[in-house]
Every structure is written in structure tokens, then in C-alpha cells.
């Protein structure tokens, strides 16, 4: 009897619901690290500008909506110069957008690896948010140069102390994003309909975002639902440390990181629980 | 040994068949709505739409053990070291286990072509369980191994296929785990660096004791390198002892050979006007008690036919002997005879120590005055000859058709 209790791991038919190795997490970081490391290298091998795309990107972005929603439509955005209402709301977007894409195809992508050999999946995962998040950070840096650009040239902004905040809206961001990628991720692998459906929904999910048009534009009936989406309150808090044209909403943001943080939980026990049936089907 | 690293008990696993995909979905709601499980569905007896990759597996492994796994395709070994690897899930049974461990089904896995050399060296030990010190430690040796140190900074879509996998192996064989897991991985690689796998296996077991478990199709890598062989056969486990017995039962059961046919109880004889044969046997002289063909075995050709041709002549019997492959390997003839009608046999010693492992099949060809065919019977024996060696450290094939042996002598010439 006393044999047993000498055993270090198990593997059963039905492992529980609540198995996050944190140990195990751990282990596996230099995994982690050199997966982001690979995706950085590989995906500017062979392109002639490089990492400049990561700042053509939102630059080119931009542009095309300055054109159509600012010049074309005339949506006012709040007094703030057009470049730097959209690009903030672009970067921001665009980190959620592929962040979420990234996580969702985690088991698609990766079906030859997992095929071969275990480590903890979420590595993988959490490797395409810290990729995502090398991207940002950079195109964080071209904002701030766009934007002293024009504070020098003369235009009335004032930044404040909630600048400070910034890695924390990215952070819960990169929470949200992930926990919801991981939630899909245990379906799409199965169910590969869904994949098209979440393109189109993820591209109208985008109008539900003031990455194009300001906050203070929705009517008043809409406006709860409008600020219930975790993005929300991050974008216009985002503008908000910038130029000061609204006070921080604090309401919202608190209900933003809690919902984040329930999703992300959700997607994780979900993922775990999911990861390895999964071999089996895709 | 009695310190038991891993314990199987009673793993089964199931796989549904068919198309995955469209129809999942429709069929998972069905599922959930009358309210049928996965369980309830494994009562219910082999079918058409679901199999049984493994049955009720039971098994111990000791600490230092090397143990082989040896069946057909699709007996289930590879899913047995799936499971054991935490890449799929057992329907049924658990397994239990102490020590890490490290699992080769395939060399090279998460290799990203775009990289160098040395980011892949590093990325794919990461992926198998190495951290970034033991990396470092080890760097130079695994060069060493791989023999790419020329190119180590060169993306790995450059490099030839020999070059890929000596380098995988390289980080392969530096992990170091308390049991490794390996799946067929000896099938790579040119003959010299086959050797120095294999050596490499054989120190990391015998010196360093660690446990192995591995899947191989190589007879002869098994019979050197294990303690214990496992047979699956169609998800179960049929034999396990000392490599030599059961290799030898593996061998003798699992060939499809065509070892000999009484025609005449069948009812027709092939044949024509002139020739029909009525027995062919191939008679294998075995030396031990395994009782299965290796390089070593005599084998004899015995065949009975009713001549009926009239008018004076002569008759060759011939017989070919051809590889799997289709090479012609040797064409036999007899002498020319001058027969009567009637019964008539043949026979041929293929002496032992003279084809080279492999499969073969044999036709016998009829000729009437050296010049017409009166009648061919094509392939009607087949055998297959195993490999034997009594000791070496090499196990990879050997090369050539034939293998005598004859003796190569040499003789120091001194000056005087």
C-alpha cells in the first residue's frame, strides 16, 4: 500500500477541471520566451522594411480612416486631431484583434507540435500576447512620437498623470483578449464553422469599439451596453491620459478589469480542461 | 530492479471513425440531448464507426529497464506512447508514474525552417523540456554530435535532410530525462550517424540506467538493445518476455508467407496439356527451436508435376527467385532431362548463409527442348529471411542482394 504514495504524476481517462501546474508553468518559461523570440525573428525574415511594418501598420491605418471617417463622413472626434483620436483606437484594436486571432487558432496552428510532444499548451498561447505585446509597446513609442510632434507644433493637448496607467490598460486588454481566444480556441479546433463566423463577428465586433468614431457620440438608451465592453472604457481612458478632454471612468473601467479577469479565468479552466480531448478530434 | 518507475492499469483507448468536422456538431448535440457520454458508448462492441486503439493494457516498468514494443501498424503502439507522452488521453484506466520523461515520437519537433541552426537547437530543446542552462551546458557537445557546426548560423530550410535530422537527433539524444520515450526515430539518418544513435541509446541505457521504452520495426536494434519485448496486436498486449522468444514469436506469426500449396486438394491443378503442378513446398532446415527463417537457414524448394507430353524431347525445370522489390535475383535451371509421362518431382537446396535478409518470392519456369515455355507458374512460394548477427554494435541494414560467407583473409606480408 505504501508503494503508491512514491508516484509523482498520473494520467487518467478524466482529469479534473482545475489542473493549472504553476510549477509546471514555470519550468517551461525559457519555452516561452523562445517561442515569442521565433515569432519575432520569423516574421521579418525575408521582408525588406522589416520591423518598420509594425509601424506602417497603424500609420497606413490611420490614414485611410482620416480619409473616410474624418474627412468623407465628418464624425467629430471630441476635439482631438483626427491622427491622434484614430491611432490610439487603432493600436489598441488591432493589439485586442490579433491577440484574440492569434489565441483562437492556438490548437489549429499547432496541431503538429502537440502531436509530438507534451509541455503546458498555455505556453503557447501566452507566447502569441507577449509577441503581441513587443508590438505594441513599439508602436506605443511611434504614438508618443506623433504625438509630441503635434504638441509641438502648436496644437492645445494636455497629457495627464493617468498616462502612468497605460501598461495596466494594455494589460487588462491582453487579459480580455486572451481569455477569450482561449475560450474559442477549444471550439474552433473542433467545430472549424466557427472560424468564419468569428472572422466576420471579430470584424463587427470593431464598430461596437470607439476606435472610429468618440464615445460621447452613442445615445443615451445605448450607453450602458455601449460602456459594458470591456474595450470601451480602455480606449476612451487611453484618450482621456492623453488629452484630457474627459474625466477618467472609473465606473466602467472597474467593471472592465473584473469582467476581464472573469473571462480570462473562464478561458483558462477551459482550456485546460480541453486541451488534450482535443488531440483526438482535430 | 523491483523499484517501479511506470504502472499501466487497464488503459483502453477509443477513437471514432469517419469524417470529423461538418458532422460533429449535429451529432455532439444529438448526443447531449439523449443524453449519451462517451461512456455510455464504450459498452457497446467493436463497430464500424468506432474502434479500439487499446484494450485493457497492463504493465510495469522497472527503473533501468529498456523495454521494446513491437507490433504491425496499427496495433496500437504509438498510441500506447501517446498516452504515456500526456499527448492523448486514456478512455479507460490510469497510469501511474514517477521521474521525468522525455518523448521522441518524431526528431526535430517545432523546428521552424526560417531559423538558424542554433535558434532551432535551442527552441526544440526548450519544446522537449530543457531549460536554457542545460542548453548552454550542453551546446558544444550537441554541435559536436550533430556535425553541422559549419552551419549554425544558417536558417535549417538550407540545410540538406541529412543535415536536419543530425541535428535534431543531436539535441534528442542530450536530453535527460529518468525515461525516454522513443518512437521509430532509429529510421533516420545515414548508416554512420545510425551508429552513433544507437550507441548513444545504448550507453544512456547501460551506463547512465536510465528507462527506455521504444517502438521499433528493427529486429535486430530490439534483440541488442532491450531487457524485455512487449507484441501488441490489435490493441492488446499478447506476449512480453525476454527479447529473443518473442521477437522469435513475432517473427513466426506475423509474416505472411506462402510457404508451400498442395494443389490437389484443391481440386485443379495449375497447369496446361503438358504440365500440371501439383505440390510446391518451400522446407526450411531450421537450426534452433524458434523455428523462423533468418540468413542462416537452409531452405529447400520441393514441387511435384504430372508430365504429359508425347513426343520425344527434353524438359528444364527452372526456378527464379525474385525480391519483393522485383529484382530478378537468380535464374536456377536444372539439367535437361528426357522423362516419361507421369509424376515427377523436383528439389533445390538454397544453402544458408546466402540471400541477405529480406522478402522474396519464387516462380517456377517449364521449358521444352531449351528453347519453349510450356509452362510458367508465377510466385507461388514466398518467404521472408531475417537478419542475424551474433553480436556488433551495428544495426542498420545490411547492404546487398546476397550475403555469403565466404572468408576475407588477410595475411601481414613481411619484408625480407
Known amino acids: 500500500m505504501n508503494k503508491n504514495a512514491g508516484w509523482q504524476w498520473e494520467i487518467t481517462a478524466n482529469p479534473g477541471w482545475f489542473r493549472v501546474n504553476l510549477k509546471e508553468l514555470i519550468h517551461y518559461k525559457d519555452l516561452l520566451l523562445r517561442f515569442v523570440r521565433r515569432d519575432i525573428i520569423a516574421s521579418y525574415q525575408q521582408t525588406i522594411l522589416g520591423p518598420v511594418w509594425v509601424f506602417l501598420q497603424p500609420l497606413f491605418t490611420t490614414f485611410v480612416y482620416f480619409i473616410i471617417f474624418s474627412r468623407v463622413a465628418k464624425i467629430p472626434t471630441d476635439n482631438i486631431p483626427p491622427v491622434l483620436f484614430y491611432l490610439p483606437g487603432t493600436i489598441i484594436w488591432t493589439y485586442y484583434s490579433d491577440c484574440l486571432t492569434a489565441t483562437m487558432y492556438t490548437f489549429v496552428q499547432n496541431a503538429y507540435i502537440f502531436n509530438k510532444v507534451y509541455f503546458p499548451r498555455l505556453i503557447v498561447p501566452l507566447s502569441y500576447i507577449l509577441f503581441h505585446s513587443f508590438r505594441i509597446s513599439i508602436q506605443l513609442i511611434l504614438f508618443i512620437a506623433v504625438y509630441l510632434f503635434f504638441a509641438m507644433g502648436g496644437k492645445n493637448i494636455h497629457p495627464n498623470a493617468a498616462m502612468l496607467l497605460i501598461p495596466v490598460f494594455i494589460f487588462i486588454t491582453a487579459a480580455f483578449a486572451l481569455g477569450c481566444g482561449l475560450i474559442i480556441s477549444a471550439y474552433t479546433a473542433k467545430y472549424r464553422d466557427l472560424e468564419n463566423i468569428l472572422q466576420f463577428l471579430l470584424r463587427l465586433f470593431m464598430f461596437a469599439v470607439p476606435v472610429v468614431y468618440p464615445a460621447s457620440l452613442i445615445p443615451q438608451k445605448y450607453k450602458l451596453l455601449f460602456w459594458l465592453n470591456p474595450l470601451t472604457p480602455l480606449i476612451e481612458s487611453f484618450r482621456s491620459a492623453f488629452f484630457s478632454h474627459r474625466p477618467l471612468p472609473f465606473f466602467y473601467l472597474g467593471i472592465s478589469i473584473v469582467s476581464s479577469f472573469l473571462i480570462l479565468m473562464l478561458g483558462i479552466v477551459l482550456f485546460n480542461r480541453k486541451e488534450i480531448q482535443i488531440m483526438d478530434v482535430i | ?416
Not at chain 2, 483507448?13 to 439523449?34: A, F, I, P
Not at chain 2, 521494446?68 to 500526456?86: C, D, E, Q, W
Not at chain 2, 506469426?253 to 501439383?278: A, C, H, T, W
Request: aromatic content about 10%; hydrophobic content about 40%.
Open chain 2, 1 to 416: 530492479m523491483g523499484n517501479t518507475l511506470i504502472k499501466a492499469e487497464n488503459i483502453s483507448k477509443y477513437y471514432r471513425l469517419g469524417v470529423l468536422g461538418s458532422g460533429t456538431l449535429k451529432e455532439d448535440v444529438k448526443n447531449w440531448w439523449y443524453g449519451k457520454s462517451p461512456e455510455t458508448i464504450s459498452t457497446t462492441p467493436q463497430s464500424k464507426d468506432h474502434i479500439w486503439a487499446l484494450k485493457n493494457i497492463h504493465f510495469e516498468i522497472s527503473q533501468g529497464e529498456v523495454v521494446g514494443f513491437i507490433g504491425k501498424n496499427g496495433a496500437g503502439k504509438s498510441t500506447l506512447l501517446k498516452i504515456i507522452s500526456r499527448i492523448t488521453l486514456p478512455t479507460t484506466g490510469r497510469i501511474l508514474g514517477k521521474g521525468r520523461i522525455a518523448s521522441l515520437l518524431e526528431v526535430g519537433t517545432g523546428f521552424h525552417i526560417e531559423l538558424t541552426g542554433r535558434e532551432n537547437i535551442y527552441l526544440n530543446g526548450h519544446i522537449m523540456g530543457m531549460k536554457k542552462k542545460e542548453i548552454d551546458r550542453k551546446f558544444d557537445e550537441i554541435v559536436d554530435f550533430s556535425g553541422v557546426e559549419r552551419f549554425l548560423d544558417t536558417p535549417v530550410k538550407r540545410y540538406s535532410s541529412g543535415m536536419y535530422v543530425r541535428l535534431a537527433f543531436a539535441v534528442a539524444a542530450h536530453l535527460d530525462p529518468e525515461i525516454l520515450i522513443i518512437d521509430e526515430v532509429l529510421a533516420v539518418g545515414d548508416s554512420e550517424f545510425q551508429k552513433k544513435c544507437l550507441g548513444k541509446m545504448k550507453s544512456v541505457s547501460g551506463e547512465e540506467g536510465k528507462t527506455i521504452l521504444f517502438v521499433s520495426h528493427n529486429m535486430q536494434a530490439l534483440r541488442n538493445l532491450c531487457d524485455r519485448a512487449l507484441i501488441l496486436e490489435r490493441g492488446e498486449i499478447i506476449a512480453s518476455g525476454a527479447p529473443e522468444s518473442v521477437i522469435a514469436q513475432y517473427l513466426k506469426s506475423g509474416k505472411e508467407q506462402f510457404l508451400g500449396n498442395d494443389y490437389s486438394s484443391q481440386g485443379s491443378l495449375p497447369g496446361n496439356e503438358f504440365i500440371r503442378v501439383q505440390k510446391v513446398a518451400l522446407l526450411p532446415e531450421f537450426l534452433d527451436q524458434h523455428q523462423f527463417i533468418d540468413i542462416r537457414t537452409p531452405l529447400k524448394i520441393r514441387f511435384e508435376f504430372w508430365y504429359d507430353v508425347a513426343e520425344p524431347g527434353d524438359l528444364i525445370a527452372g526456378i527464379h527467385l525474385f525480391s519483393y522489390a522485383g529484382d530478378f535475383i537468380f535464374d536456377l535451371p536444372s539439367k535437361r532431362y528426357t522423362l516419361e509421362k507421369g509424376l515427377v518431382r523436383g528439389e533445390c537446396l538454397i544453402p544458408g548463409n546466402f540471400l541477405n535478409d529480406g522478402s522474396y518470392y519464387i516462380s517456377i519456369v517449364f521449358v521444352r527442348n531449351t528453347i519453349i515455355r510450356l509452362f510458367y507458374l508465377e510466385s507461388c512460394l514466398s518467404f521472408d529471411v531475417e537478419d542475424y548477427r551474433e553480436n556488433g554494435s551495428w544495426f542498420g541494414k545490411w547492404a546487398g542482394v546476397v550475403r555469403p560467407d565466404f572468408p576475407v583473409v588477410l595475411t601481414p606480408q613481411h619484408n625480407k
